[in-house]
Every structure is written in structure tokens, then in C-alpha cells.
């Protein structure tokens, strides 16, 4: 009599479905947990990325043959950053 409850008809149907939901809530944190593992590496991909074209951007000329080494910092093209070392102004089409 203790446990009959649990086996009624409704309370039965009641138990498949809260197991339903709880398969479906472990596959979306499975699922979620991927997808969050493929942006980590997007984002240290970017950021890598990021760091090659600044160097490539801001190196200073390694011989004669790149012309004047004389280029000052704030002639060379800035950048898009977040912080507030970007230059007024500039936006991400220029």
C-alpha cells in the first residue's frame, strides 16, 4: 500500500514523461556543452589570428628594400579593438 501510488495509470504516464524530459534535458546539455567547446576554439582561433595580422600590420620593415623605416606608429593603420588605444574616428571599413 505504500508504494501503490506510484503505479497508478496517471501516475505511470506522469513517470514516462518526466523520464522523457529528462533524456532530452541531458541531450541539450551534451549538445550545449559541444557547441560550447567549437566556440572556444573559434574564439582562440580569432584571437590567434588577431595577433598575426597585428604583427603583419605593425612590424617594422626588416630591410631597405621595404623603403623608409621612418613609418611612426601613428601613421601605420589602426586596428579594430576594444579598448581605448583606437583612434577616433576610424571605423572597421577604413
Known sequence: MTFDFLFRPSH??????????L??????RIEHQAAAEHH?????MYAE??????N??????????????????????QLYSLDGNRKPGLTSAT
Open 12 to 21: 505511470t504516464a506522469y513517470l514516462k514523461r518526466a523520464s522523457a524530459l
Open 23 to 28: 533524456e532530452e534535458a541531458q541531450m541539450a
Open 49 to 54: 589570428r588577431v595577433r598575426r595580422l597585428e
Open 40 to 44: 572556444s576554439a573559434l574564439a582562440r
Open 56 to 77: 603583419e600590420l605593425y612590424r617594422p620593415p626588416r630591410g631597405a628594400e621595404h623603403g623608409p623605416a621612418d613609418v611612426l606608429a601613428d601613421d601605420r593603420p
